[in-house]
C-alpha cells in the first residue's frame, strides 16, 4: 500500500512538472519568476483579443517595444493589490518603448471595465474563457501573472506573483535596455 502511494505521489510530481513547461534553458527561482537568456528565449504567441473599451488589439502592432502582458481578474485580490504598482512602472518605463496589455480572465466585461476603469492608462483585453494565457510556451499558470516580452516579441520573464514597483521597474527597464 504504501509503495503504490509512493508511486502515486511520484507521477502526480512529474506530471505537475511536466505541465510547468520544458527544459528550455530559462531559469525559475524559488519565488516561481522564470527569467530566460536572450538565446533561450521562446517566442510569445499571436496575441489578439477584444479590448475591454471595444476595438481589437494585435500584439504584432507593437513589436519593436517591450510588452508587458499581466493577466488579472476583478475578482483577485492580488490583483486588486497590484493594479496601483503596474500603473506605476508602466508610467515610469513608457518613454523607454515600454507597452503595457492587462488581460482580463473570467470575468465579464462590465465587471472587468469597473475595475478597470480609471485604475490603469494602459489597454485590457477581455479573455473571458483564459485561452490566450495558454498559448504561452512559459505559461503564467496563475493570477495575478506578468510577463515581460523583449522588443523581438519573445519571453523575457514570467512572474507568476503579484508585483511591486520596487522589484518590478529594474527588471522592465533592463529588458528595455537591451540590444535588440
Given at each position: 500500500m504504501r509503495a503504490r502511494?509512493?508511486?502515486a505521489v511520484l507521477l502526480l510530481t512529474t506530471t505537475?512538472?511536466?505541465c510547468t513547461g520544458k527544459d528550455d534553458g530559462c531559469d525559475t527561482s524559488p519565488s516561481g519568476m522564470v527569467e530566460c537568456p536572450v538565446d533561450k528565449r521562446p517566442a510569445a504567441p499571436q496575441l489578439s483579443g477584444e479590448l475591454l473599451e471595444g476595438g481589437r488589439y494585435e500584439l504584432s502592432q507593437d513589436r519593436g517595444q517591450v510588452v508587458v502582458v499581466n493577466f488579472w481578474g476583478s475578482w483577485c485580490a492580488p490583483c486588486r493589490a497590484e493594479i496601483d504598482d503596474l500603473e506605476q512602472v508602466y508610467q515610469a518605463t513608457k518613454d523607454q518603448g515600454v507597452r503595457f496589455l492587462g488581460i482580463n480572465v473570467r470575468d465579464d466585461r462590465d465587471k472587468a471595465k469597473a475595475f478597470h476603469s480609471g485604475?490603469?492608462?494602459y489597454?485590457?483585453?477581455l479573455d473571458p474563457s483564459s485561452k490566450l494565457a495558454l498559448d504561452?510556451?512559459?505559461p503564467?499558470?496563475?493570477i495575478p501573472a506578468t510577463?515581460?516580452?523583449d522588443?523581438?516579441?519573445r519571453i523575457a520573464v514570467v512572474i507568476r506573483k503579484a508585483v511591486q514597483a520596487a522589484e518590478f521597474e529594474p527588471i522592465v527597464a533592463r529588458v528595455a535596455a537591451e540590444a535588440s
Amino acid at each position: 500500500m504504501r509503495a503504490r502511494a509512493l508511486l502515486a505521489v511520484l507521477l502526480l510530481t512529474t506530471t505537475l512538472a511536466a505541465c510547468t513547461g520544458k527544459d528550455d534553458g530559462c531559469d525559475t527561482s524559488p519565488s516561481g519568476m522564470v527569467e530566460c537568456p536572450v538565446d533561450k528565449r521562446p517566442a510569445a504567441p499571436q496575441l489578439s483579443g477584444e479590448l475591454l473599451e471595444g476595438g481589437r488589439y494585435e500584439l504584432s502592432q507593437d513589436r519593436g517595444q517591450v510588452v508587458v502582458v499581466n493577466f488579472w481578474g476583478s475578482w483577485c485580490a492580488p490583483c486588486r493589490a497590484e493594479i496601483d504598482d503596474l500603473e506605476q512602472v508602466y508610467q515610469a518605463t513608457k518613454d523607454q518603448g515600454v507597452r503595457f496589455l492587462g488581460i482580463n480572465v473570467r470575468d465579464d466585461r462590465d465587471k472587468a471595465k469597473a475595475f478597470h476603469s480609471g485604475a490603469v492608462t494602459y489597454p485590457s483585453v477581455l479573455d473571458p474563457s483564459s485561452k490566450l494565457a495558454l498559448d504561452f510556451d512559459i505559461p503564467p499558470n496563475t493570477i495575478p501573472a506578468t510577463i515581460v516580452l523583449d522588443r523581438e516579441g519573445r519571453i523575457a520573464v514570467v512572474i507568476r506573483k503579484a508585483v511591486q514597483a520596487a522589484e518590478f521597474e529594474p527588471i522592465v527597464a533592463r529588458v528595455a535596455a537591451e540590444a535588440s
